[in-house]
Structure formats: C-alpha cells, structure tokens
C-alpha cells in the first residue's frame, strides 16, 4: 500500500501541475512539458504495475478458493451418495444433508472474506487514523484555563492577561535524526513585540507553528497562562492566536467569508480591518465589494488577487479574530521594503496591548520590537532590541549591515524624494 500510495501522489502532482494554470508560463519558458510528460508516465507506470501483481495476487488467490469450495462440494456430494448407494441413509436425507453442508460452507466462506474485508478495512483506517491523529488531551485535576471570552475587554488587558512560556523545548521532525529546534527557553507576556530572525531554515516558521499549537514539541513543553498547551483540546488552542503565514490559502467563497468565516458578520469591524490593512480601496472598487467570491480555480466569475493582496486579506483575516495572541509570520514577503516596513508600524500601533511575534528576513522591519531572537542552529543565538544587538556586533549586527549595505546602495539612485522615504 505505501509505494502504491506515494506512485499515486506523484503522478497526482504532475497531473494537477500540467493543468495548473499558474504554472503555465514556467512550463512553456523552461521547457518542462517533456518532465512532466515524464514523470507522470514513469509513476503511472508503477502504480500499474503495483495494480497488476495485487490483482495476479488477489486473482490467484480467488481462484485457489473457488477451487477448493468446489472440491468440498464434491468431496461431500460424493460422500452423502455413497452413504445412500449403501443404504445408510435415503435419497431424500442425501437432499437435506447436502443442502445444509452446502449452507454451512458458503456461510463459512462468506465469513472469511469479511475477515479479510474487515482486516483491509482496519489497515485503511489506521492509516487515516494516524494521519489525522491530534490528541484531545486534559486539564490535570484542578486546573483551569479560562476561555478566551472571560478575559478582559482587550483596551483593559493587563501584562498578565497573556503569558507563554518555553520551557525547553526541542522539535525533530519525523524520519530525522538531528532537532531542528533544541532546548528552546524563552518567557514573553501581553504588550511584547518580539521579533523573530534568521536564515532561511532555521526553524522560524516551525517556532511559530509550535507556538500556536499546530505542532507538539518532541521535547520540553509549552505554557499558555501556566498550563501545558499539550493537554488542551485544538479548539481551546486555537481560539487564543490571530495568525498570518506566508503560506495563504483561501476557500472558493466571498471575501467577507474568507475573512470573517461563516455566520453573521459585524460588518463594521469588517471594514475596519480592511482599512487597517491597507486592501479598503481595491476591495470598494469591486462591483460585489466584500461578496466578491475568491478562486477562480473554483468559481468562473471569481476574482484573482495579486500575491501582495491576498497577504493583505490574511491581515485583514488575522485582525478581525482580535486575539489575545498575534503571529505574523513573513505574511508581507510578496511586498516591497518600504511596504513591509508600513505595514508592521501600522500592526505595532494596533496591536500594542496583544503578545505579538513577527518575522521577517528583513531585519529593519522589525527594529521597533522590544525584542528580538536570532535563530541559528535550533537555538536562540542572541536576544536583545535592536540597538543592543547592534552594540553587540555578532551575528545580527552582521547581517544588519549587509542588508544595509544593499538597501543604501539602492537608495543612492533613486531621486531625492524617494531617497527621504527609504527606511534603511
């Protein structure tokens, strides 16, 4: 089942990728079609043949039984017809006794291919099981965590409304041998901005899924308010963060829907978010505005956002959950310098009374944090604001030059009043 099952998500990616129109003009300029063409022969291919031998296999085994079925059928007729060519018993008993035999065997064989069904059955759905497995988890006897609905109105949350604590944690991704993030400690609370940074792959994205709950440390545990983010069921985890990843995704229905999820929406708060996200004036200048249906994949006469405008919906979308805890997570990689900059002054105006984690590989989009954590080789290299780490010269400071270097290089030819706007 398992080569059968990666042959057929293979050949279901070159499938979807040939007729996938946002990667058409990849596929014409680099010449990809005879890969693709390719690989989907190859991995269908295999999946055929997989099928061929599980069916010589299951065939075979069919007809071994049907074989030996008849032979007990005729092994017993000839056995009953023998007692009467003897005289045991009569013609009529020979009847009655075959009928039952023959009863008793196909209700014999019946049982044992529903065995086997069942047992086909129970390997398919462990398999299912362990795939959407996300343990429920429990309080430990007198714990309590309130609901998000019993803290205070978030003009009014004190520094202790929200407090998450790592205590060292570790993550290893499956069928790996080495911790992406090791013996991780680190304690934050309500009115933090902390700012996470670091090369590609080291783990940002993977710190901020464990954070949220979408991942379970492999080591160490998570506090939320003191008590262990692992006893608690999703819902209860979920209800605490507003997230926004680099990876978007968004369902084939209304903007408002998207943003707001089903039932009554407040209309106004709707609004609200979209202007704080800075994606109001597209949104008005659409004829169905907030009932503008999404994926044109899906929906005929649906619109197609530009990568920059959907990070700003995911903004929008993170802003109207308004809870307790904020993570954007590189949600504004698909817009300019000076835009990421805006945009995260704007959040760090709005979000001051909320624990909020941003990232970003821009490092001067984040100098306004009260902290900021360097990720290198699964551990918190260095932590400190933006001028400490300067005034400490490793890892950050280095980085923070180069980048500097780049943007000034930039900015020098560009005219004077774009000059006065660069944030580098």
């Known amino acids: 089942m398992d080569p059968l099952a990666d042959a057929y998500q293979k050949e279901d990616?070159?499938?979807?990728?040939?007729?996938?129109?946002?990667?058409?003009?990849?596929?014409?300029?680099?010449?990809?079609?005879?890969?693709?063409?390719?690989?989907?022969?190859?991995?269908?291919?295999i999946r055929l043949g997989l099928k061929k031998e599980d069916l010589i296999f299951t065939g075979g085994l069919a007809v071994i039984n049907n074989v030996i079925n008849y032979l007990q059928i005729a092994c017993i007729c000839g056995f009953f017809l023998y007692q009467a060519w003897i005289g045991r018993i009569t013609i009529s008993d020979v009847v009655l006794y075959f009928g039952a035999a023959t009863s008793l065997t196909s209700a014999l064989l019946t049982a044992s291919q529903t065995m086997v069904v069942?047992?086909?059955?129970?390997?398919?759905?462990q398999k299912y099981a362990d795939f959407v497995d996300i343990p429920e988890g429990k309080l430990d006897e007198g714990e309590i965590l309130p609901s998000k609905d019993e803290l205070p109105e978030p003009d009014n949350l004190n520094s202790e409304a929200v407090t998450l604590e790592l205590q060292s944690v570790s993550y290893r991704f499956p069928d790996t041998d080495t911790d992406l993030l090791h013996n991780l400690n680190l304690t934050v609370k309500s009115g933090d901005r902390i700012a996470v940074v670091g090369l590609n792959g080291a783990g940002k994205t993977t710190l901020m899924k464990l954070l949220c709950g979408l991942l379970t440390p492999t080591?160490?545990?998570?506090l939320l308010n003191g008590v262990d983010m692992s006893t608690l069921p999703p819902e209860k985890r979920y209800e605490w963060f507003s997230c926004a990843f680099?990876?978007?995704?968004?369902?084939?229905?209304?903007?408002?829907?998207?943003?707001?999820?089903?039932?009554?929406?407040?209309?106004?708060?709707?609004?609200d978010c979209l202007e704080k996200a800075g994606i109001i004036d597209k949104i008005l200048s659409l004829p169905d505005s907030v009932n503008t249906l999404m994926e044109k994949d899906i929906n005929e006469d649906a619109v197609d956002f530009s990568g920059g405008e959907k990070q700003?919906?995911?903004?929008?979308?993170?802003?109207?959950?308004?809870?307790p805890v904020l993570i954007l997570d590189e949600p504004t990689a698909a817009l300019d310098p000076l835009a990421e900059y805006e945009m995260y002054q704007?959040?760090?105006?709005?979000?001051?009374?909320?624990?909020?984690?941003?990232?970003?590989?821009?490092?001067?989009?984040?100098?306004?944090?009260?902290?900021?954590?360097?990720?290198?080789?699964?551990?918190?290299?260095?932590q400190g604001t933006h001028e400490e780490l300067l005034e400490k010269n490793g890892v950050y400071a280095e980085l923070f030059r180069l980048q500097s270097y780049y943007y000034n290089d930039t900015r020098d030819k560009r005219s004077g009043m774009e000059r006065s706007r660069s944030y580098s």
């Open 219 to 222: 080591g160490g545990r998570i």
């Open 13 to 45: 990616y070159t499938r979807e990728r040939a007729g996938d129109f946002t990667y058409a003009k990849d596929i014409r300029l680099y010449n990809m079609k005879p890969w693709l063409l390719g690989m989907n022969q190859k991995y269908a291919g």
């Open 246 to 271: 680099q990876d978007i995704g968004f369902l084939p229905v209304s903007v408002q829907e998207n943003i707001c999820g089903y039932g009554k929406a407040d209309r106004f708060k709707l609004f």
């Open 346 to 382: 704007r959040y760090a105006d709005f979000a001051k009374d909320k624990l909020s984690f941003f990232v970003s590989h821009r490092l001067s989009s984040t100098r306004f944090c009260t902290r900021i954590l360097l990720l290198q080789d699964g551990c918190f290299a260095e």
């Open 312 to 323: 700003k919906l995911a903004l929008a979308r993170a802003l109207y959950q308004d809870r």
């Open 118 to 125: 069942l047992r086909l059955m129970g390997i398919n759905y």
